[in-house]
């Protein structure tokens, strides 16, 4: 069974930084393209960044030089350091496959407030 478990999120002030962590247990986890996700009240799930199988990074053009994404294939871990961060940063952060193909895990709540 597939398990997705996000940490790492919490509360911080505009222009600060977070690093959030998943663990992924019961895949082969190096076989997959992985991303990273948000979810702010009353919006829509949407994505963040990815990294491929072999490293290949994408990020969504708001997050574009402020968040990398990082993956750990031995350890079975995906991160995601944030940096300058924003009040409308302020969501659940998730991670999973790129196409979604996993059940979501419980997120990690960052916000962002001063």
């Given at each position: 069974?597939?398990?997705?478990?996000?940490?790492?999120?919490?509360?911080?002030?505009?222009?600060?930084?977070?690093?959030?962590?998943?663990?992924?247990?019961?895949?082969?986890?190096?076989?997959?393209?992985?991303?990273?996700?948000?979810?702010a009240?009353?919006?829509?799930?949407?994505?963040?960044?990815?990294?491929?199988t072999?490293?290949?990074?994408?990020?969504?053009?708001?997050?574009?030089?402020?968040?990398?994404?990082?993956?750990?294939?031995?350890?079975?871990?995906?991160?995601?350091?944030?940096?300058?961060?924003?009040?409308?940063e302020?969501?659940?952060?998730?991670?999973?496959?790129?196409?979604?193909?996993?059940?979501?895990?419980?997120?990690?709540?960052?916000?962002?407030?001063?």
């Amino acid at each position: 069974q597939v398990q997705l478990v996000e940490s790492g999120g919490g509360l911080v002030q505009p222009g600060g930084s977070l690093r959030l962590s998943c663990s992924v247990s019961g895949i082969i986890f190096s076989r997959y393209t992985m991303a990273w996700f948000r979810q702010a009240p009353g919006k829509q799930r949407d994505l963040v960044a990815s990294i491929s199988t072999v490293g290949f990074t994408n990020y969504a053009e708001p997050v574009k030089g402020r968040f990398t994404i990082s993956r750990n294939n031995a350890e079975n871990t995906l991160s995601l350091e944030m940096s300058g961060l924003k009040v409308e940063e302020t969501a659940v952060y998730y991670c999973n496959s790129l196409s979604r193909q996993f059940r979501w895990g419980q997120g990690t709540q960052v916000t962002v407030s001063s």
